[in-house]
């Protein structure tokens, strides 16, 4: 018992700091949360639900869920997106909350754009150790095992250069992540680390019921090995994606989606770990949702990204 629980801690320990913020498989289906300016790429009215249950029979894995919309203003070229976030990070630590973002673009060449964006959000965070674990390493006077409930705010940015072929982003979502009670204090310290995040993604049509999209996605946090998501995917007859993924520091990854209609899609992922976690747990699921609406005025094409 004693060996679990210290597991557990140390692996919540190891969330906190090191991964910090939920991470995504098909981030190729759900970018507007690890990028605010993924909304000007979409000329659509655009719904998408993710739910992820990660290391599955491990007790206290982490569990995730997020719903976003995004969408065109009118004619303009200014989009807004919202996104929701309820994230369980062991038996102790949750977060529930949501942000807000708009994004700008311009046009820089034939048929390619450049989108800027901002998002800002609150969310309520908890954690309660001593609860779960009584006279633990949980109730020491150690500042990583402290019980919190309390209020937190969020700043963020995005940038991201398109066009129907491929795409290049770098944000960083939640830039400016602190307690509300600690904004005004110029020596307030903050265990977060911003996370910086690099991605693209191109699409090559190979035959007329055929195209391949590669994707790639490179996590950088200050204190942490730098990480890796290689990711390709092929889109058969407009209807199926089967695409494959290799995470460092963590795992395999096998992706699919169907469009139940050109609007509606449904997404499944799962995690084969390939790290000394594989021995007591089952793997990671994804679920997305996703559904497209047109908006007057624009071109509601096929999305690719």
């Known amino acids: 018992m004693k060996f679990i629980l210290t597991c557990i801690l140390v692996l919540t320990a190891y969330l906190v700091h090191g991964q910090q913020k939920a991470m995504y498989t098909q981030y190729m289906f759900n970018t507007l949360a690890i990028n605010p300016a993924y909304s000007a790429v979409d000329e659509s009215l655009t719904f998408t639900a993710l739910s992820r249950h990660q290391w599955v029979g491990f007790k206290g894995a982490p569990r995730t869920q997020t719903i976003s919309v995004h969408t065109p203003i009118k004619e303009s070229n200014t989009f807004i997106g919202a996104i929701l976030m309820n994230d369980q990070i062991g038996e102790v630590i949750k977060e529930t909350g949501g942000d807000l973002s708009i994004a700008q673009r311009v046009p820089v060449g034939t ?32 500042p990583v095992f402290q019980d919190a409930n309390n209020m937190k705010v969020n700043l963020g940015w995005g940038a991201m250069l398109f066009s129907d072929k491929y795409y290049l982003g770098i944000s960083s979502p939640h830039f400016f992540y602190r307690d509300i009670n600690s904004i005004a204090k110029t020596n307030a310290s903050t265990a977060y680390r911003a996370h910086y995040i690099l991605q693209a993604g191109y699409l090559v049509q190979l035959n ?19 990480q890796f998501d290689l990711n390709a995917s092929v889109l058969i007859s407009e209807t199926l994606w089967l695409g494959a993924s290799y995470r ?12 139940i209609t050109p609007d509606f899609q449904v997404g499944y992922s799962f995690d084969f770990t390939n790290t000394a976690l594989a021995k007591v747990q089952k793997g990671s699921h994804e679920i997305s949702l996703q559904f497209r609406l047109p908006v007057r005025g624009r071109d509601h094409t096929a999305c690719y990204f």
């Open 111 to 142: 048929n390619s754009y450049l989108a800027l964006a901002i998002n800002g959000g609150a969310s309520s965070f908890s954690a309660t150790y001593s609860e779960k674990y009584g006279e633990s390493p949980a109730s020491v006077n150690d």
């Open 208 to 226: 007329a019921n055929l195209k391949l999209k590669p994707n790639f996605l490179i996590k950088y946090v200050n204190g942490s090995p730098v």
């Open 248 to 259: 460092t520091l963590d795992s395999f990854d096998a992706v699919a989606a169907f469009r």
